[in-house]
């Protein structure tokens, strides 16, 4: 049976995940799960946010269920998240934006770019190197025509007209998509960043560098009520994290009101990639039924709290059962 790994991380991610996890644990009773405790808190605990051993824990899983961790903005803190996610190599990550009359895939490269990692701060000067290899590009761009075999059209964002790592990401994915034989259509990411929110059925897979993918998926969760609702898939050759595209929020932690759907839809997706189609359409339809019942967090214009939307859902999801 499927091993899932459960890291609720820090802030809201204690909230919305014991949700989600709910949820997976409803329809797949028969999954092995187990806690992994990483995070900004551990590294105010014990001054290490996340170990060696944890890290090779993860590697056990079958796919990660995560939350969100905080990561200050601090000259010598590593953010557990991008170390997760350069130590299982999950090059990709897939965020879907869609709702009535649109179905965006933003497949954003997650593991190089401007956050190759390879910087320094001096007293007067500090810079960031942007690394795009072409390993890199072209696996994700392979990862993106694919996806874009199956659906509409595909479109490369950047900023080439400045950027000569960008000319370089621009050149292969319409090489790639030459050769796999379909139409990449490309945009300037800041024209992009705008055109998707007015005219968001023009669009169907993006692909793009990671920051830029990071700032995109954020301001597209604008078409679909906000961040409460937007999932994502990490995935590599190996390994697969399913986490909300949001963070920790620790404006709202703690308070019982943050929206879980962007939770439970990473628990959906999660489901989808160990072949459960049918399980990932039921939460689906379960968080459709609720939310059209008028049972809705804050963030969405209701009053319901993040348990008790959690609660309206496995209701729903038990509902269907048989
Ligand atoms: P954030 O996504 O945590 O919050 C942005 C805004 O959206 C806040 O006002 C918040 O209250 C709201 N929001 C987020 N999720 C919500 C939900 N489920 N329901 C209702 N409202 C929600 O971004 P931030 O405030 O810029 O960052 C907070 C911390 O999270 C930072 O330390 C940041 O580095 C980290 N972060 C982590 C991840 C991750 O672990 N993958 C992702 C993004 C940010
Ligand atoms: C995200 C977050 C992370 C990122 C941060 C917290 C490192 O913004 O997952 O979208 O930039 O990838
Ligand atoms: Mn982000």
């Known amino acids: 049976m499927p091993k899932i790994a459960i890291v609720e991380g820090d802030g809201i991610g204690h909230e919305v ?8 644990e409803l329809i797949h009773p028969d999954y092995e799960y187990y806690n992994v405790d990483v995070g900004y808190h551990r590294w105010e605990e014990i001054g290490c946010p996340c170990a060696d051993r944890d890290i090779a824990v993860l590697k056990e899983a079958d796919a990660i269920l995560f939350g969100a961790v905080t990561t200050p903005p601090m000259k010598n803190y590593q953010s ?3 170390r997760i996610r350069k130590e299982l190599d999950l090059y990709a ?4 934006v869609k709702a009535n009359g649109f179905d965006i895939m933003i497949v954003r490269e997650n593991t190089e770019g401007l956050y190759s990692g390879i910087e320094e701060i001096g007293p007067d000067r500090a810079t960031t190197l942007r690394v795009v290899t072409r390993k890199g590009t072209e ?9 874009a075999k ?4 595909l479109t490369v964002g950047h900023k ?3 950027l000569k790592s960008d000319v370089f990401f621009r050149d292969i994915c319409l090489a790639e998509a030459k050769a796999a034989g379909i139409i990449c259509n490309e945009k300037f990411i800041d024209a992009l960043a705008l055109d998707i929110l007015q005219h968001p059925e023009s669009y169907d897979v993006v692909v793009t560098t990671n920051i830029f993918g990071d700032i995109l998926s954020d301001v597209a969760s604008y078409l679909v009520g906000g961040l409460g609702l937007l999932p994502s898939e990490n995935i590599g050759d190996r390994f697969a994290l399913f986490e909300p595209v949001h963070g920790s929020a620790p404006d709202i932690a703690g308070k019982n009101i943050a929206n879980p759907i962007a939770a439970i839809r990473s628990a959906a997706m999660l489901l989808s990639y160990l072949g459960d189609v049918v399980g990932a359409e039921r939460i689906e339809h ?14 969405l214009g209701g009053t319901a709290g993040t348990r008790e939307f959690g609660a309206a859902v496995a209701n729903a999801i ?5």
């Open 160 to 162: 080439a007209n400045v």
């Open 93 to 96: 990550n897939l965020r879907p």
């Open 150 to 153: 199956a659906r509409k059209s």
């Open 286 to 299: 379960a968080i459709q039924q609720v939310v059209t019942k008028g049972v809705k967090t804050r963030d």
């Open 318 to 322: 038990n509902l269907t059962k048989g």
């Open 80 to 82: 557990v998240i991008l």
């Open 17 to 24: 995940i014991p949700v989600a996890r709910k949820v997976l």
């Open 139 to 147: 696996r994700i761009a392979r990862l993106a025509i694919q996806l």
